[in-house]
């Protein structure tokens, strides 16, 4: 079975300029998350997406990130304009069931974030 | 308010020696405790889940929700047990959906 797919797996980028991160998650996956990893961290949820709704988007700041998951399968995360505290790994995952039954989360490689 | 800390950065141990990884968690509704590992150059995978109460690769974990512990704990340390772990708990939102939270993670380290 193919994996959730991440892209591009890194990115460097000056600040207040703009990035796209892109997620494919497992075929019949309802639901996707965006996780974003600082160095030293956990993960910390960004944006939960049930098919193509938001369900818990809480955490997201939405002044510069956007997310959307058109059409129920592979969504795109968007940061505009970066800052520098904005370097991490984003980490996108998904899961068969709504919402965390089970627990099992199937996460892709990440993406790299580095911000100048 | 919810949360999981993981008080360990790093765990140093020798080959055969036992391992305990510590986590606690906070949490008013009823706790669905997991954890995940991430070995280097690979994803973060599921290790194991407290509802299962199994053993998944010699690694056990109890929940104690008296002392909201969920430590993760194997008896002899293997050198492919090094990797990052971590905790993680699920909360239930109000469209009965779940999310994990993650606590920062603790580095294995088993020497040979």
């Known amino acids: 079975e193919a994996g959730v797919a991440q892209s591009p797996r890194y990115k460097i980028i000056e600040k207040r300029q703009s990035v796209a991160f892109w997620c494919n998650p497992i075929s019949g996956h309802a639901t996707l998350y965006w996780y974003q990893q600082i160095l030293g961290q956990g993960p910390k949820l960004l944006i939960q997406f049930q098919n193509n709704g938001v369900v818990d988007d809480s955490q997201l700041p939405k002044d510069r990130f956007s997310a959307e998951r058109l059409k129920g399968v592979d969504s795109t995360l968007k940061i505009q304009p970066a800052k520098l505290e904005d370097s991490a790994v984003y980490l996108c995952a998904s899961s068969l069931a709504s919402g965390v039954q089970g627990g099992e989360l199937f996460f892709g490689e990440g993406s790299r974030l580095t911000v100048l | 308010a919810q949360r999981v800390t993981q008080p360990e950065k790093l765990l140093s141990v020798f080959k055969g020696a036992p391992v305990e990884l510590k986590c606690n968690y906070s949490?008013?509704?009823?706790?669905?405790l997991f954890w995940y590992v991430q070995y280097s150059r690979q994803r973060l995978q599921l290790l194991l889940r407290?509802?299962s109460r199994e053993s998944i690769k010699g690694f056990t974990a109890d929940l104690n929700k008296g002392e909201t512990s969920f430590h993760l704990k194997k008896p002899f340390a293997q050198e492919e047990d090094s990797a990052m772990y971590y905790c993680?708990?699920?909360?239930?939102?109000?469209?009965?959906?779940?999310?994990?939270?993650f606590g920062q993670g603790t580095t294995l380290q088993v020497k040979p």
């Open positions: 949490y008013s509704g009823s706790p669905e």
């Open positions: 993680a708990l699920s909360v239930h939102g109000s469209s009965n959906t779940g999310k994990l939270i």
């Open positions: 407290h509802i």
